[in-house]
């Protein structure tokens, strides 16, 4: 078992009578990118609150399940002690302080690293996102979507976490910006931080991870190198928007999926 590696097993959650994951296993090995997919309501957005402990802002809980993060448990952790573990999670939509400049929003991400950790955090974030130091005065309710969404991740990056739960960094940017977005995410994993990837973007994610999970309501669907999952058939056509022709004269409707909007980012 490699020192830094998250594993999930039988994990099981939801909200009151819903429930929007079962027996969910999946592995992050140390240093790793993997990408969770499927489409909307199919329970990303729950597993990471789920490994994030933060499923109880949003009404919900885990039921069952271990989760195990370099060799110890994080269910049962509060959220900020699975911050100091070393797991920060990147919530679906920018969620920057919108009132406070990009410093201070910066400064907030790490509230607990020491002065001189504090410093070298931000040169790292400012080298990754030029464009924050550019606007470190400037209220981050002023920045553009992309830039927010820069933000959000720059501001986990600050707690220099051995593990980052990205969700949908590329939802609502046009496709250049999504771009930009995953060159970094990149960028982020090429220098030894390891991601946990959910992206309804399916193209984009596979060409940023090495392995990969379909989630199909609340449960694992398919799983396999990012490389195969690419090829496969059922993959392509329900997630990549590959339209095989002999489906499309038979079925017209279904052969287009909902997913295939971002394909070209
Ligand atoms: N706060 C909540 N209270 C009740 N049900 C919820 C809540 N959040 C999500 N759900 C339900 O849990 C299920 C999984 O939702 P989740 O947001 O995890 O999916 P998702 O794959 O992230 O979807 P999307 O891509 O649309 O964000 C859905 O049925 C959803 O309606």
């Not at 909307?40 to 949003?58: D, Y």
């Not at 400064?107 to 470190?136: D, K, Q, Y």
């Not at 060159?183 to 030894?192: L, S, Y």
């Amino acid at each position: 078992m490699s020192a830094a590696a998250l594993h999930v097993r039988g994990l099981t959650a939801g909200y009151g009578p819903v429930t929007a994951l079962r027996d969910v296993s999946l592995d992050v090995p140390e240093g790793a990118c993997v990408a969770v997919l499927g489409g909307n309501g199919a329970g990303k957005s729950t597993l990471l609150r789920a490994l994030s402990r933060t499923l109880a802002f949003h009404g919900g809980a885990a039921t069952a399940g271990t989760v195990t993060f370099a060799g110890r448990p994080l269910h049962g952790l509060p959220p900020d002690r699975v911050v100091v573990a070393g797991l920060c999670h990147v919530p679906e939509g920018r969620q920057v302080f919108a009132r406070m400049t990009v410093e201070d929003n910066l400064r907030a991400g790490a509230l607990t690293a020491a002065r001189g950790g504090r410093a070298a955090a931000v040169r790292r974030v400012h080298e990754l996102f030029p464009v924050l130091a550019e606007r470190a005065g400037q209220r981050a309710g002023l920045l553009s979507g992309g830039e927010q969404q820069m933000l959000a991740v720059a501001r986990a990056l600050m707690a220099s976490p051995r593990l980052l739960l990205l969700d949908e960094p590329s939802l609502g940017l046009a496709p250049l910006m999504a771009a930009r977005i995953a060159d970094t995410v990149r960028e982020i994993n090429a220098q030894g931080t390891s991601v946990l990837l959910v992206e309804q973007n399916a193209a984009l994610a596979l060409r940023l991870a090495s392995h990969a999970y379909v989630l199909e309501v609340g449960e694992v669907a398919i799983e396999g190198p990012a490389g195969e999952l690419a090829a496969s058939d059922e993959v392509r056509r329900r997630y990549l928007g590959v339209v095989d022709e002999q489906a499309a004269a038979d079925a017209p409707a279904a052969a287009v999926p909902h997913l295939a909007r971002w394909e070209d980012a």
